[in-house]
């Protein structure tokens, strides 16, 4: 099994919905504007309505209700909807490609935490439009999908770990790539921005935490959501010094951030995933 092969048959399986095409398209046009973007989500009213969710949950905590596409752009911007409508696929796509080979209340915590915890670290860090950081976080771990309905005992071995070994390890030794690789390559065939699909397949080399903000945000978020949902993993042995110091965060900062994503979370599964949460 090859990861570019794992990426060529799950953006065949489920492709991105040409809303968010279309939607990145008018972003990258410097002739178009708000209502522009307005009236193209408008033409999906399902979409609409689950933006709308978005736009008024946890993830950005406006104090007044946001009832209206327009308004939605006119507040959170064009690129944070564009980013919720790239949260809400992640969503289709991880119900298209469900299946019970993995523990999937794991798997959604996991991704979601992951999410949410970036978006608090690049908070945090005071980096502005935290709301891609949640996209990243949310799919990073995507193809883990795709591995179990290809091949439900391959993802049984990669959940399977021996004591001491990081769950990337493990894939790597399994299937001979990580399943942030494998999903940086879904990513791209999906045709999204290319600091996500870069940042998502690095966000397990350490190493590069020191090259740029985004993959050692990436890299703790991967590390922390590990550690939430997993007790075995203590945050003395996750925590990557290169990804702090890049970041300026002190250990306190770690365990806010912490804080804020078990408050935040339950809600978001519950609004994502009504079924399992």
């Known amino acids: ?4 092969d794992l990426a060529r048959y799950a953006s065949q399986s489920f492709a991105l919905p040409d809303t968010c095409s279309r939607i990145r398209a008018l972003l990258d046009d410097v002739s178009a504007d708000s209502a522009d973007i307005a009236d193209v989500i408008a033409l999906d009213p399902s979409l609409s309505s689950k933006l709308l969710k978005l736009a008024n949950s ?9 009832n209206s596409i327009p308004k939605a752009v006119g507040i959170i911007g064009g690129e944070a909807l564009y980013n919720l409508a790239l949260a809400e696929t992640a969503t289709s796509a991880f119900r298209h490609f469900s299946s019970e080979a993995i523990n999937l209340r794991r798997f959604w915590q996991q991704s979601v935490y992951c999410g949410l915890l970036a978006k608090h670290l690049a908070k945090t860090a005071k980096i502005r439009a935290s709301e891609q950081y949640f996209v990243m976080g ?14 439900a005992s391959l993802a049984h071995q990669c959940e399977v770990f021996e004591a001491g070994q990081l769950p990337w390890q493990r894939q790597e030794q399994v299937l001979g790539f990580t399943y942030a690789q494998c999903s940086g390559l879904i990513l791209q065939q999906w045709h999204l921005p290319e600091q996500f699909c870069y940042v998502i397949s690095n966000v397990h080399k350490e190493i590069h935490a020191k090259d740029g903000k985004d993959i050692a945000i990436g890299q703790l978020a991967v590390r922390l959501a590990l550690h939430m949902v997993d007790d075995r993993y203590c945050l003395d042995t996750l925590l ?18 912490i804080k804020f994503t078990r408050m935040d979370a339950q809600k978001l599964l519950a609004m994502m995933n009504p079924e399992l949460f």
């Open 240 to 257: 990557s010094p290169l990804a702090m110091k890049k970041l300026k965060l002190a250990e306190e900062d770690v365990q806010d951030v």
């Open 138 to 151: 949310l799919l990073h771990q995507f193809s883990e999908l795709v591995v179990a309905s290809k091949d």
């Open 58 to 66: 946890a993830l950005f905590r406006f104090p007044a209700q946001i």
């Open 1 to 4: 099994m090859r990861a570019t």
